[in-house]
Structures are given as structure tokens and as C-alpha cells.
């Protein structure tokens, strides 16, 4: 027994494919026809590759009376009316043709629930899907080159072993004994009708250009992602009616050429399109359906079923397959059958359907950030990780976006207006997918043998077939049947019977017939070998001639693929041209739209800029009107309050000469009665001697270089002639006693004494946290020019914050005035005009200018306030 080799699974192509090697991910749509009671459509058909989307009456109210129609485009676009035969031709069918050439592919059907999904890719008796043709152009294809079973073996981690047609043979007779599996048939009569006549006969595909130099077999596998886990279909489990056992979950696992495997999935080897068939509907049969209140039987359930086809070319007689690892290849097909995404108020999910719809959309939106991220990173020329773990879907097919494979998607829709907006998600998924390019896998490589062997090998049997019926021999093939042909075509021997030892006759007779046998044997022979040879010579000038006419096809086919390169350069050219040519009619549109948008906004602005304008002028106008008629009524007002001035202070200066009058009359009376009463034998007191009074210095003189640099109060008003108060610091209270560090001496006889206080020059915290009360002293030039000092005094209060604030209560003046007459009583009596302007020091006297007090008022609204009372004593009488 020969020992087993393994092939690799799958051939991968270079990690790192030019740029001209990507194709984009082929999106299609296919539109299902309207239900029974369905009469809004939203769904229009524009042409072959573009469909509309109408917002239904409904949406519109919900979003403020907008209405939006959109367009999207797809590689082709599939009506109500088209057939799943004209639907397969476009989709699945170059995808079979990749898979026998040796390349893998992904076609998954994407949708919300209720859109048809699964009937584009199962189909009904009669109108088969995407699945049975599929299975139905392969074994059309492979059938005369399909090996035996067991030929091809699978292994545990996703490779594929190869063995001799005796191994072959011993394994399948352990395998019908030991292990019986469950038998299925190809017969059309013994299968389930639901699955019966799925394709005509006249609708049958079968793939041109097939490698007749290879052998063939096909395994399937049928696994479903339930909740997030997968579970293998096929998988053969013992039923247990008192304790039945739930299904185990699978687990991804990633071979030596870093491709994602279902580890432990069953693989079942077929020979036949009604046989696959039967496998998948025994494995359709368990997968999770539900009904829900859109759709009758739900997908619960992402279904992938995958196509693994194996080949290895045939030895160099082409009539046993090469035993070479190297030179096998497994190629597969995945179809994926999506669960539709859907929204739990509509279909009235309740407990375990809440989660299962939950996992559903979770993991559809896994793949809608996989795909975006994808698209980015090509885009934009970013290196984001696609998070491809976070789903079992997309973590399975990782390789494919990856450059396994081709990817092709079929969109389906329902057109009816209550799927609007799940149908709008699904158009712009759709749309961003088909910008995702997928490097393009790479062809198998060449085993090096002379093409036609298997031909050649063929042609060899039926020339001897036909030499040996020439010949009269039988024509059938099986070698017993040729031996007894040649020996009973050789002359009959004598009879060998010897009855007498010395008969001398029949062993020379004997010895005579078998001679001549013996001759006829070696003529035969002789001929035999002519004939080969002749045989031989023709077969390789047919062989000659044969590799002659394929080079030259081959030739010709070099030349038909840089044609078709040119002209697939020059598609590819003249579509970017149209995208490009599309983009710039669409910024032109843009444009134009904007410029209209443009022009009203400037021609909305211009009037408003001229009615403005307009208005300004009239406010303008309107102002000088306004300022004309104020300046007269001012230069009115201005000239009558100037006359009642005038009259008052007439008045007032006649009012004041009565009472001048007055107060010298009774002053001359009270100077009569003091001089007659004085005691005439009183001698007269000496003079008193009058010391010269040092000369007091000028204003200007005493007036200082620069003012004081203590910090200035609140400006408050000085009364003309305060009257001094006492202080109340005369208390037992302790005061802060804040002084500028220079101050000018006046030479007053009043000079401020607060006891028990601290003198500082900068007030600080510590000294204010010893002390109850505040006074500040104050220097500056008042309005006479005389300088007078202020003292500001106030409270030293505790914060919350244990800090401490001064709150002014009232202040304190100490001024000094000059007198520029002497210090007599002045007479009214003395030359004075009646009518000249005196100032309060010109007419009053001592008396008078006594009788005007200060009142200072604490917490006034003005802060530290001053309020000048001028109230006249009352005289005794």
C-alpha cells in the first residue's frame, strides 16, 4: 500500500497583489414583486443597473413634509419579471466556472426579512436557485472525470489526502462494512418532492474549457450560525427520545495557509447533482426557522453551504492520478444564506426571538464596520485593524476579503413601503460596498505534462478494441475473454492418448502440432509487435501534429488574451472615463444648483441692501428734522431759564441787603445799650500790647510739590464751613491707625489724637485681626486750593472665609482757611454796590457762618456720605 499525500487547501495568491490585479466586490439587486396586499410601492426600476427609491406618504409626514427620491446603482439590477435561469447566467455562473479553473468564491445574499433571500439562493420545484444550478453546471461539467470514492480523503485540518484506486477500494469496502453511512441516491424517482424538478433539463449549464487531464471529486458541507455559534448540519447524532442531547457548537480554527475552517464539520463526498441535493435538504431541514408576523418561515439563522472541489492531474499515460502532494488543488464555493435584519416592534418578537434578532443585527452590523473599514482603508490609505473577530460571519470569510477569492452579493429587496426604511440601510450598505476591491486570486499553475493523455490514453484502447473485432476476436475489453479468443484461435492439438509405450506415432505428433504453435504463436507475435509499431509511429505522429495544432492554438490563444487584455484595459479605461464623466456631471448639476442658490441669495441681499439704504436716508432726514426742532425748543428753554436766573437772583440779592440792614440796625442798638452801661469812674484797662503775628505763608507757598501718596477715598463732599465733631475713638475701642509714610504738616491747633491704636503704614491681616475699628488719613488739595485732611473711618468685620473686611461708616475734615480782611464785623453800612455778586464770605458775618453745622450719616446710599445742613441759630431775646 502506497502511502497517502496530501495536497494543499487552498492555493494562495501573493499577499501583496499590483494594484491592477483588485476587482471590486460585484453587487446586484433583485426587486420581488409585490405582495397581495401591498399597494404602495417605493421601488422604481430606471434601467438594467439602476433602481429609485420614493419615499412613501407616511415617511414624508414624519420628517416634516421632505421628500427625497434616490437613485443607486448596482452591476445589475433584477426586476419582478426576471427569471432565476437569466439570474443565475449573470452571478453564480462565472463563480462555478472560477471553482472548476481552481479558484475559490463567496456569493452571500444580503436583505432585510421577508425580501426573498432564500428563494434566490434554495428556489422551488421548478424554479431552482443559485444552489441547485450551481450543483447542477458542476457534475454536468466533471462527470466523465470524477474519480471513485474515496480517491480524494479529507483530513481534520481543512487538507485533503490522495490515494491509489486500492486503497480507495479497501476503504470503501471498511467503510460499507465497519461504518455504514447512510445511503443516498441519485435517482430522480426516490427523491423528496419538495426537491424534485428543481432544474429542466433544457436549463442545464456546463462550463467550457475543462482540464480533461485531471480527475475530479466534489465534498459539501452544510453548517448554520445560530446566536453567534456554529452548528454543523450534517452532522450524524444519535437520538435520544427520553433525553435528547442539543447540538454541539463547532469552533474556527486556521490551517498551515492561515485559511479559516469549521474544525470537526462533516464533509460528505458526492457523485452526483440529485445526491447533493437530497444532502443539502437533509441539512435544510434542521435549521432554525421561525414565524414571525413579516414572514411566515424566518430565518433564525446564517446558512453557508460550502462546494470544496478537488482535482489532481492524471500520470503521464493518463490513465492513474498522479501521486504528488504538490500537484493537488482544492478549490471551493461558499453560498451564504443571511439571516434579514429586522426590527422587533414590527414583527413581534417576544423572548427567545428578541435575542435571536438581536444576534442577527448585531452580527449584520459587524459585517456593514468590516466592509466600511475595508473601504477606508483603500480609500484613504489608512492601516485600521478590520475587526473580522467580532463575528463569527465575518471571521469565517476573512480570507476571502483578504484576496482569496471573488465576492459577489445579491440585494434583495421588497419594494412595499413598510420596509422603506430598512431598505434605505440596506441600499447604502450596498453602496459602500461595491467601493471595496478584493485582490484577484492567482491561476493554478501548469503540472508540466503533455496535454491530451487522458485523450490519447482512450484513443489507445478503442484502436485495440478495433484491431482485435478486424481480427475476429471479441470485442469486449475485459482481458479473460481476449486470452481464450488466442487460444482457441491456434490449431487444435492431436490427441495425446498413449496406449502402447512403444508407440512411436503420437509424440512426434504431439511434438509436430505444438512446433507449429509454437510458430503460429512467434508469426502472431512478430505481427503483433508491427502492428504496435505501426501503431506507436502513427499515434506519434499524431501526437506531432497533435502538439504542432496546440501550439499553435496555443499561439493564437496568447494572442486572444493580449487582445482580450487590451480590450479589457480599454473597458476598464472607458469606464472610469464614464465614472469619471458621471462625478463631474454631477458637480457640474452641483455646481449650477449652488451659482442659482448664489444668484437669488445676491439678489435677496441687494434689495435688502436698497431698502436699507432706503431707510437710512429717511432716518437720516428724519434725524435733522429732529435735531433743528430740538435746537430750538434748547435755545428756547435755555433763553427763558437765563431770564428766571436773573429775576431770582435780583431777588435774592435784595432779600439779603433787608436782612444785612436788619442785623446792623440791632447790632448799632446793642452797641448804644453796652456803651451806657459802662461805669464811668472804671478806669479804662491798659492797652493791650499786640505781639507782631508771624507772617502765615502764601497759598502758593504752602501749597505741596506733589499730593499726598496715601491712597484716595471715596469722593464725597466737603461742607464750606464744618463744624468740628468730637471722634468717638475717645472709647475703649482699639483702632488701626493707617497714615501715608509722608504727610505734610499744616501747623493747625486741632490735630487728630486716637488712643489705644496701632500706627501702620500698609495695613496687614495681623493688625486688623487685633483691632475693632479703622481709620484712614487722608491728604488733598481741595476746591479753594487749601489742603485739607480727611480721616475715613470704619469697622473691621470677620469674613466667613476667616479673613477680615473694613466697612466705612463716616468721615472726618480738618481744614484751615485764610481770612483776607481783618477780623472786625463788617457793616452793611460800608461802601458796598447793592446790586455787585457776593459770595457767602463777602455778606455774612461770625455769627451767621457758626450757625452752619455737618451731619454725617452712616450707611448712606452714597457710602460714607456727607450732608450739609445750613440752619440758623435762634437768638435769645
Sequence with gaps: MNRQAKGKTPRRPPRNPPSSQKDPVGVYCRVRPLGVGDEECCIEVISNTTIQLHAPEGFKT??????????????????????????????????????????????????????????????????????????????????????????????????????????????????????????????????????????????????????????????????????????????????????????????????????????????????SAEETFQVFWRGQKKRKVANTRLNRESSRSHSVFIIKLAQAPLDADGDNILQDKNQVTVSQLCLVDLAGSERTGRTGAEGTRI????????????????????????????????????????????????????????????????????????????????????????????????????????????????????????????????????????????????????????????????????????????????????MKSTLQNMDSNLISKDNFIHEQNGRLVEKDKVIQSNKAEIERLEKKNKMLELK???????????????????????????????????????????????????????????????????????KLWV????????????????????????????????QRPSRDERLPAKRSASPSPIPTTTPVRPLHRRSRSAGGEKWVDHKPASSLDLGTVLQPVIPNAIQVSTPSEKALSKCDRYVLTHQEVASDGEIKTKLIKGEVLKTRGGGQSVQFTDIETLKQELTTVPGRKRKSSEGTPANSNRTDGAWTDVETRCAVAMEMRAGSNMGPGLEHLGVTKRRKP
Design 62 to 271: 414624519n420628517r416634516n413634509g421632505e421628500y427625497k427620491e434616490t437613485q443607486y446603482s448596482f452591476k445589475k439590477v433584477f426586476g419582478v419579471s426576471v427569471s432565476q435561469m437569466e439570474l443565475f447566467e449573470h452571478v453564480a455562473k462565472p463563480l462555478v466556472d472560477d471553482l472548476i479553473h481552481g479558484k475559490n468564491g463567496l456569493l452571500f445574499t444580503y436583505g432585510v426579512t421577508g425580501s426573498g433571500k432564500t428563494f434566490t439562493m434554495t428556489g422551488s420545484p421548478g424554479q431552482g436557485g443559485l444552489l441547485p444550478r450551481s450543483l447542477d453546471m458542476i457534475f454536468n461539467t466533471i462527470g466523465p472525470y470524477q474519480t471513485k470514492r474515496y480517491v480524494f480523503k479529507t483530513d481534520d485540518k481543512n487538507g485533503m489526502e490522495i490515494q491509489n484506486e486500492v486503497d480507495a477500494l479497501l476503504e470503501r469496502q471498511r467503510r460499507e462494512n465497519n461504518l455504514p453511512a447512510p445511503k443516498t441516491t441519485s435517482s430522480r424517482q426516490k427523491l423528496d418532492p419538495e426537491i424534485a424538478d428543481m432544474i429542466k433539463p433544457e436549463e442545464a449549464y456546463k462550463t467550457d474549457g475543462v482540464d480533461e487531464d485531471s480527475s475530479y471529486s466534489v465534498f459539501v458541507s452544510y453548517i448554520e450560525i445560530y446566536n453567534n455559534y456554529i452548528y454543523d448540519l450534517l452532522e450524524e447524532t444519535q437520538e435520544d427520545v427520553i433525553k435528547p442531547k442539543p447540538p454541539q457548537s463547532k469552533i474556527l480554527r486556521e490551517d498551515q495557509n492561515h485559511n479559516m475552517y469549521v474544525a470537526g464539520c462533516m464533509e460528505v463526498e458526492v457523485k
Design 355 to 534: 435575542r435571536e434578532a438581536g444576534n442577527i443585527n448585531q452580527s449584520l452590523l459587524n459585517l456593514r464596520t468590516c466592509i466600511e473599514i475595508l473601504r477606508e482603508n483603500q480609500m484613504c490609505g489608512t492601516n485600521r485593524m478590520v475587526p473580522y473577530r467580532d463575528s463569527k460571519v465575518t471571521h469565517l470569510f476573512k480570507n476571502y476579503f483578504d484576496g482569496e477569492g471573488k465576492v459577489r452579493m445579491v440585494v434583495n429587496v421588497n419594494p412595499k413601503a413598510d420596509d422603506y426604511e430598512e431598505t434605505l440601510l440596506v441600499m447604502r450598505f450596498a453602496e459602500m460596498t461595491q467601493e471595496v476591491e478584493v485582490a484577484r486570486p492567482a491561476d493554478r499553475p501548469i503540472c508540466g505534462f503533455t496535454p491530451g493523455r487522458r485523450h490519447r490514453n482512450q484513443a489507445f484502447k478503442d484502436e485495440l478494441s478495433r484491431k482485435l473485432e478486424e481480427r475476429g476476436g471479441p470485442i469486449d475489453r475485459d482481458l479473460p475473454s481476449v486470452i481464450n479468443h488466442l487460444v482457441f484461435s491456434l490449431p487444435p492439438l492431436p490427441s495425446s492418448e498413449v496406449t502402447d509405450p512403444h508407440d512411436d506415432i503420437t509424440l512426434p505428433r504431439l511434438i509436430e502440432a505444438l512446433q507449429n504453435r509454437h510458430r503460429i504463436r512467434q508469426m502472431m507475435i512478430e505481427e503483433y509487435n508491427k502492428a504496435a509499431f505501426m
Design 588 to 658: 457640474i448639476d452641483i455646481l449650477q444648483k449652488t451659482t442659482k442658490t448664489y444668484e437669488g441669495d445676491k439678489r435677496s441681499l441687494q434689495q435688502e441692501l436698497e431698502t436699507r439704504e432706503q431707510r437710512l436716508q429717511r432716518e437720516l432726514s428724519e434725524k435733522r428734522r429732529m435735531e433743528q426742532r430740538l435746537h430750538g425748543v434748547v435755545s428756547d428753554t435755555q433763553h427763558k431759564w437765563e431770564k428766571e436766573c436773573e429775576r431770582r437772583v435780583n431777588a435774592k440779592q435784595l432779600e439779603m441787603q433787608n
Design 663 to 694: 442785623k446792623d440796625e440791632k447790632l448799632k442798638q446793642l452797641k448804644a445799650i453796652v456803651t451806657e452801661g459802662k461805669t464811668p469812674g472804671r478806669p479804662d484797662p491798659p492797652p493791650r500790647q499786640t505781639q507782631p503775628h508771624p
